[in-house]
């Protein structure tokens, strides 16, 4: 089983950019899809974007497409997810997970194993 660290969270202005990164551990990182997901105080989790195995094929909330990039280096067992113009609805502890399914889907029950999460606080 793979396990995945996040970091990179932290407290930033809007506007501003952050990127966090999602350490596995294990030598099959690469053969699973990953996403990112979010929990607002509150609210349930979300999706916010995930990646194929080769680092291909990539989806986006909607709420993010356009200032979210997720990227991955298998070399590196790391998954990343590079966040621009930042806004304080984006406020939210953020996970990585690895996908159950291939291409990975957009519901939480799909994914599979879990990171602690990383907080990520934007001020206005």
């Known amino acids: 089983q793979v396990q995945l660290v996040e970091s990179g969270g932290g407290l930033v202005q809007a506007g501003g950019s952050l990127r966090l990164s999602c350490a596995a551990s294990g030598r099959t990182f690469s053969s699973y899809p990953m996403g990112w997901f979010r929990q607002r105080p509150g609210k349930e989790r979300e999706f916010v974007a995930s990646?194929?195995?080769?680092?291909?094929?990539?989806n986006y909330a909607g709420s993010v497409e356009g200032r979210f990039t997720i990227s991955r280096d298998n070399a590196k067992n790391t998954v990343y997810l590079q966040m621009v113009t930042l806004q304080p609805e984006d406020s939210a502890v953020y996970y990585c997970?690895?996908?159950?399914?291939?291409?990975?889907?957009?519901?939480?029950?799909?994914?599979?194993?879990w990171g602690p999460g990383t907080q990520v606080t934007v001020s206005s």
């Open positions: 997970a690895t996908s159950l399914l291939d291409p990975p889907g957009r519901i939480s029950t799909s994914y599979a194993s």
């Open positions: 990646i194929g195995r080769r680092g291909v094929n990539t």
